[in-house]
Every structure is written in C-alpha cells, then in structure tokens.
C-alpha cells in the first residue's frame, strides 16, 4: 500500500527508562551504576525492574529472584516504592499535556502522544520529541526513550528501537521497510507464545508476515489476526485515545416524579443523549456500544444493549440508536423513575484496519 504524506498523522511514543529501577537509583546514589532488581524480595519473589547494569547480567523483568541471584549474585533487592513511581508518572504527564491533549498512558511509565496539532509552534514532531526527553531528564532526572512516527504501532515500536535514552523517527516512507526488516518477536502484541507459532508457519520477520492473507491470519489467530495482517503493512489507525482507561461513558438522570408516557420518556431520553455526547465528545471516547437502563418505581432495573458498525461519535448515531433499543425494551405499564445511557467498548485492538481520513504535512 502507497503511503502519501496527505492522511498522516503524527504519533510520538514515550517510555522512561528501566522504570522503577531508575527511580531507586536517583534517590539513592548507593544504587547507582550498580545492578540492581525492584521486588523479587521473599523466596518466590520476581523482579518488577532491573537496572541497565543488572540486565547485563541477563536479569530481566518477572524472572524469578533466584534465577536472578543466580546470574548476577551481586544483585541488590530493593523494596518497591510505588508512591515514588506514581509521582514521576504524573509528573511527566504534565509535561505531556503541554504538548497536546492528546495524550493516552498506557501505564505509569509510558505514553501515546498524538501531536498531529499541537500547542507550542514546533516544527516538527522529532523536535517536541526531543524536548519533552530533555524536560523529563532536567525536571526528574531519569531518561526517557521515545519514538515518533505516524502511528502507534511504529511510534512504539521506535521507542524501543534505540533504548535507553534513544530516539528514533520512522519516516513515512521507510515505514512498509522497516517492518519489512524487523523481527517477529519485536512486534508489539507479539508475545513469546505467539512468535514460536508463528515461526512455526514460517514467519520470522514483517516480510515473511505480510505473505499471509487476513483471512488466514484470522484463522490462525483469531481476531488478533486482523491486527497482524495490518501492522505487517504498517497501517495502525487506532486513534490515541486519552481516556482510554475509561471503559464506559454515560448519562442519566432519576425523575422528580415517576414517568410513566412514552412519549415523556422519549423526551427525558433525548436529553440524557444531549448530555452524553458532549461527554463523549469531551473525553473522545468513541464507542460502539450503547446501553439504555430503565429502572422502575419499585427499584427493579434493566439494561439493553446494542452494539452497532461504528462508533458513535455524533448526536444523530446516538439518538438512532437510542430509538432503535428503547423501542424495543417492554415497559410492562410500569412507572419508570429513572432512564441512563451509556457508551461502552472503547477502543480496541482490532480498529487497526479502519479507515482514517486526516490531512497535515509531515
Ligand atoms: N513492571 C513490573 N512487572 C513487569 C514488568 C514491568 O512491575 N513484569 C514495572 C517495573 C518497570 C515498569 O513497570 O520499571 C515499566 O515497565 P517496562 O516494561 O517499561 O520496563 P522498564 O521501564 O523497567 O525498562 P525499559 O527500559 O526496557 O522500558
Ligand atoms: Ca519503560
Ligand atoms: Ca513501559
């Protein structure tokens, strides 16, 4: 598939480096330039993080302590300070949001950004990049990795492509090459189980993957399938969504008084939707299906729920479908006391293939 320079988005990555290990080295410079594992501490005990200096040693994150000991017995344990992590983690998402509101963590150490528009008049998505690195190094003092490209699969996948303290762009037009080139096992979502698999059929790298057609990616793999036959041609369009954490979206409200006539519910229905898509909108918390709950005068509750082709990103697609369950739900004549609706199933994995239409000079 050509890749033009109209419809492309620009998508950083970034994730600090060695986590939690890094923290506990900054506040404690007896740790520092020393091998060191957060957790891991008891006898079945498993390490969270490893310093860079304890992975030369071949100990990794969720390695048991004593095959830890084992490969480096200088190993320092160290208890996890989670209230230390979770201060960085804020911290660097502040300096996120000055870039874009765009901005969707994916744990406490690491962050989508889309900057396709954004705040502060830099010409260049590498260029925020860079900045951001340096803010987090001077404002925490730890590194961060990050990646930029005009995706989230590629943008993720360069973070981690020149790590630690490494930055690294995937130009649009290198983009179908370098997936080309990258091994199977690099491919994010792409876990032990699945690459001895897919070895198995075969494919060791993006070139081997892209031989394979999407209906029999699906049949060997499931819905991930879909995922795979995309992200081997490059193509990700799953939006960055902030507030992805967020599982669900909603509105209702419980009347003054008991409704019982249609067209009264209808009414108090159709200003429930108002509210909600202005949260949905706010929050850019797309989803596919729509709930309606319906509780009764004597407190008993039900809840219908569709779900349709698209998202619901606009007050039409919602009040559609709000008409299309509720006239469908059997009220059985009795008085309602309060209506809610509700968006669900936001963003998933298996958007990558959807279309996507948006226009910028990279
Ligand atoms: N973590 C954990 N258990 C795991 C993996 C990670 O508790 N199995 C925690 C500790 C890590 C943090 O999450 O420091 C971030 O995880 P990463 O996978 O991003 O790994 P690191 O930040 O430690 O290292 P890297 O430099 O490879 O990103
Ligand atoms: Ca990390
Ligand atoms: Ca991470």
């Known amino acids: 598939m050509e890749i033009s320079n109209h419809n492309l988005r620009k998508i950083i990555h970034v994730d600090m480096d060695a986590f939690f290990a890094s923290v506990e080295q900054r506040d404690n410079p007896d740790y520092r330039g020393k091998p060191i594992a957060v957790g891991g501490l008891g006898q079945r005990g498993v390490v969270a993080a490893a310093s860079y200096e304890a992975r030369k040693y071949g100990v990794y994150s969720a390695m048991s302590s004593k095959i830890a000991r084992k490969k480096c017995p ?16 804020d911290h660097i998402r502040q300096i996120f949001l000055e ?30 990049a860079k900045e951001i690195k340096d803010r987090i190094y001077q404002e925490t003092s730890l590194t961060a990795s990050a990646g930029i490209s005009i995706n989230k699969f590629l943008a993720k996948t360069a973070s981690d492509y020149r790590k630690p303290n490494g ?7 290198d983009a179908e090459a370098f ?18 698999k897919m070895n198995q059929l075969g494919i060791f790298n993006g070139f081997d993957l892209k031989k394979f057609s999407e209906y029999d990616l699906i049949r060997h793999f499931g819905k991930t399938g879909s995922y795979y036959y995309h992200i081997a041609r490059a193509i990700d369009n799953r939006k960055v969504e902030p507030f992805r954490a967020q599982k669900s979206v909603g509105a209702e409200n419980t009347f003054e008084s008991d409704l019982y006539e249609k067209e009264d519910l209808l ?22 299906t729509l709930t ?16 349709f082709s698209e998202e619901i ?50």
């Open 292 to 307: 309606i709950k319906v509780k009764f005068n004597d407190f008993k509750q039900i809840t219908r729920s569709k779900t």
């Open 313 to 362: 990103e606009t007050m039409e697609q919602l009040w559609d479908g709000t008409c299309e369950i509720f006239n469908s739900v059997d009220l059985k004549d009795q008085k309602v006391r309060l209506l809610g609706l509700s968006v669900s199933g936001l963003g998933s994995i298996e958007k990558v293939g959807e279309p996507l239409q948006l226009t910028f000079d990279f």
């Open 99 to 128: 870039y874009t509101d765009l901005v969707e963590p994916l744990s406490l150490d690491e962050a989508y950004l889309d900057v396709t528009s954004h705040k502060k008049g830099k010409p260049s998505a590498t260029l925020i």
């Open 179 to 196: 997936v080309e080139n990258l091994p199977i096992e690099k491919f994010y979502g792409v876990g032990k189980v699945t690459a001895k």
């Open 74 to 89: 200088f190993l320092i344990f160290v208890h996890p300070r989670f209230e230390a992590y979770k201060q960085v983690s």
């Open 267 to 288: 009414f108090e229905l159709k200003a429930i939707a108002n509210d909600l898509i202005e949260r949905i909108i706010k929050a850019q918390a797309f989803g596919r």
């Open 167 to 173: 930055i690294f762009l995937i130009k649009p037009e």
